[in-house]
């Protein structure tokens, strides 16, 4: 195999032309994915976390049966099972609240148990400072504890966050044709790797600035801590 | 001679098995500085956690300006603006400027705007000397700055009480003078005072009263000078000469 037939099954520009319509749709609904994905798992993992502080056994037990039931299940089967499943209780859903749902589920889980962690680094002084000065409990939890516990759960919540950008591409299980299931489409027609390479270069022009933003994070807290 | 402004009657305290308050009776009042000594684990703290109710008594009653803090129906976090209180360690919002340190209570608890809260907040800061560090974050500040922001921060929601739970235990002997200096000021402005603290200095120096208290009891309280020159109970002439040896 010469070097021209090798960049002509991998990085053909002829190629990446004709498949480009489908891996821009592919690209979109990633885009749209992630954009309705991301909040939704954060919110999730916000009030896991914040039913986390309250100290009732009534509370405390059924949430950690939620997050740890929701953390071992892969996310592809309870893709599906959500999907696959919800009709059976008479709820038609669309791919994309299946993949909603099932996201906020999984996700939520991930996101709820760094929040979590991240509200216990905040010590106990900042909410009796704060309580002796008249704030409710929410008003210290929202102004004191959370905006600390955010920053101090930072690296964490953006490495979970391109996992579950990249976790999107199970979507197509149900049907919801993102970037990859959209390249292999583009692949299968025209008998060529480029759609993939595309694919792949794609995926990394979105999150590479977000995996550097992560790495000066955690640079930066090492400082800190030093 | 006023009335009582701080009113604790019979206050007991349990942490699980633990008995750490048998029975503590103590009134301040209007415009008195109390110091609070006694050695580690009498009980001192807790007394001063239990009167803004940062700690829930298991038995007694607690007045503060009138209000039952143990009452059901009280308003904790509107009882709790008239009662300021200082930490040991200071427990500044990290994230927040020295300025938002002061302005968040006046914000959100007492509803000002935000021009108002910080008009107000600056106000406070001046009377700790430190207008010019408003915009400055706690990480920039001097552990007895970060104590004066604190008091700035309790005293700019206009308090009827102050207490101070071993405001300088935790500071550089340097750092201590200035913090003493706005406490004294404090108290020459008429502010009613509770201390928990081991500067005796300033005890003999400042102090109305000073109340020795140990396993959970007041073993003997009176003016500085009979507690210090003239202790009438064992115990505390054995922590007084200890402390002295210091």
């Avoid at chain 1, 950008?165 to 979507?171: E, F, Q």
């Avoid at chain 1, 025209?190 to 640079?219: G, Q």
């Avoid at chain 2, 308050?21 to 001192?44: M, Q, T």
């Amino acid at each position: 195999m010469s070097f021209d037939d090798f960049l002509q099954a991998f990085f053909s520009l002829e190629i990446l032309q004709q498949a480009w319509p489908i891996l821009w749709a592919g690209l979109l609904n990633t885009l749209l994915l992630s954009v309705v994905v991301v909040p939704l798992g954060f919110l999730g993992g916000l009030i896991l976390a914040l039913l986390g502080t309250v100290h009732s056994r009534w509370v405390r037990w059924p949430l950690i049966a939620w997050v740890d039931l929701f953390r071992s299940l892969p996310p592809l089967v309870l893709l599906v099972f959500v999907y696959a499943g919800l009709p059976f209780a008479g709820l038609e859903v669309t791919a994309l609240t299946a993949v909603a749902i099932g996201f906020f589920l999984n996700t939520g889980a991930y996101y709820g148990e760094i929040l979590r962690a991240g509200i216990e680094s905040v010590p106990r002084g900042q909410v009796e400072a704060a309580r002796c000065t008249g704030l409710t409990a929410a008003q210290a939890m929202a102004h004191v504890v959370l905006p600390q516990a955010v920053r101090n759960v930072l690296p964490d919540l953006i490495s979970n966050t391109l996992e579950v950008v990249k976790l999107t591409s199970i979507a197509s299980v149900v049907a919801l044709p993102e970037l990859l299931f959209q390249a292999r489409q583009a692949q299968s027609v025209t008998y060529n790797a480029t759609p993939i390479m595309a694919a792949a270069v794609i995926y990394f022009i979105l999150l590479w600035p977000v995996v550097r933003l992560l790495s000066r994070l955690e640079n930066r807290q090492m400082a800190g801590r030093r | 001679m006023s009335a009582a402004i701080v009113e604790a009657r019979g206050v007991h305290k349990y942490f699980g098995g633990l008995h750490v308050l048998k029975g503590v009776d103590l009134a301040v009042r209007e415009r008195e500085l109390v110091f609070v000594i006694g050695p580690s684990g009498s009980g001192k703290s807790t007394l001063l956690r239990c009167l803004n109710r940062l700690e829930e008594p298991s038995d007694g009653s607690i007045t503060v300006d009138g209000i039952d803090m143990l009452d059901r129906r009280t308003d904790i976090n509107k009882a709790r603006q008239r009662i300021g209180m200082v930490f040991q360690s200071f427990n500044l919002y990290p994230h927040m400027t020295a300025l938002g340190n002061v302005a968040l209570a006046l914000r959100r608890v007492q509803g000002m705007s935000r021009a108002a809260a910080e008009a107000r907040a600056r106000q406070a800061l001046e009377r700790v000397h430190l207008a010019d560090r408003a915009g400055h974050y706690p990480g920039q500040l001097s552990g007895g700055q970060q104590q004066r922001v604190a008091i700035a921060r309790a005293i700019a929601l206009e308090p009827r009480v102050m207490l101070f739970d071993e405001p300088t235990s935790a500071l550089d002997p340097e750092l201590v003078g200035g913090v003493l200096q706005a406490m004294r000021e404090l108290r020459e402005s008429g502010m009613t005072m509770v201390v928990v603290s081991h500067e005796m200095g300033f005890a003999r120096a400042a102090a109305d009263r000073v109340v020795f208290m140990d396993g959970g009891r007041i073993v003997e309280e009176g003016p500085p000078e009979a507690i210090f020159g003239n202790p009438q109970q064992e115990r505390t002439r054995a922590f007084i000469g200890q402390i002295e040896r210091h």
